[in-house]
């Protein structure tokens, strides 16, 4: 039972536009939400988080929004650069208690290409 | 940015080897985590440590160990490497129940 998706496995846009990744989940008792940017044969690198008592948070050209009705949350990339074209993971945490305390939880992640 | 650090990147061995994966961080992390991943897939926790002399099992099973006598130094063991270890293994540390920082991952090739 896989309990954060990435349904897309791949995007492609051109530089200077937006990028928009998505991600679903289905466990309620996640509170903490992760995107990880991973280029081949390097570790996933912290992009942005956001805690669930929020909507949105930004950072510089990336922005995360997080819609705990739809238990949907998406990465936001303006401008995108070339420089962006890795695969981009979300992952969720619960520090309310249950399986999910603790540990974070990934998706399959979708691959971003940013042409110029 | 978290310093964390794995060795060897990469390593190609025969069925039935013993093997350890190294892992240290110089950021006095207590909590550290291993996972797998294949390619396409997502990672997935096979152990983790809230201390020393603490490890727990993750939500995927494997037949590695780990132990962890000090702070810095968490390495995984495969008594008998078979073909269906073949993986990539990522290694992290963090001071927070959320944000972990990944070391670069050691490609494991067992034929």
């Known amino acids: 039972d896989q309990q954060v998706k990435q349904n897309s496995p791949s995007l492609s846009v051109q530089e200077g536009r937006i990028s928009i990744l998505n991600c679903d989940y289905t466990n309620s008792m996640f509170d903490y939400f992760l995107w990880y940017k991973k280029y081949p044969a390097e570790g996933p690198t912290f992009l942005i988080s956001?805690?669930?008592?929020?909507d949105k948070n930004e950072d510089g050209r990336f922005t995360v929004f997080l819609n705990k009705s739809a238990k949907h949350l998406s990465l936001h990339i303006v401008p995108s650069q070339p420089g962006d074209s890795a695969v981009y993971f979300c992952a969720a945490s619960g520090k309310g208690g249950g399986t999910s305390y603790g540990k974070l939880t990934f998706g399959q992640g979708t691959i971003l290409t940013v042409h110029p | 940015e978290a310093d964390i650090y794995q060795t060897p990147r990469y390593l190609v061995i025969g069925t039935g080897k013993k093997i350890t994966l190294e892992c240290s961080q110089t950021?006095?992390?207590?909590?550290m985590y291993w996972y797998q991943q294949d390619p396409g897939m997502e990672l997935h926790l096979i152990h983790y440590s809230y201390g020393v002399n603490s490890t727990e099992k993750g939500d995927l099973s494997s037949e590695s160990t780990v132990s962890r006598i000090r702070t810095e130094h968490f390495p995984l063991t495969l008594e008998s490497a078979r073909p269906s270890h073949t993986s990539q293994y990522l290694c992290?540390?963090?001071?927070?129940?959320?944000?972990?920082?990944f070391g670069p991952g050691t490609r494991l090739t067992v034929l």
């Open positions: 992290a540390s963090s001071t927070t129940w959320d944000t972990q920082y």
């Open positions: 950021m006095g992390h207590d909590k």
């Open positions: 956001i805690s669930s008592i929020k």
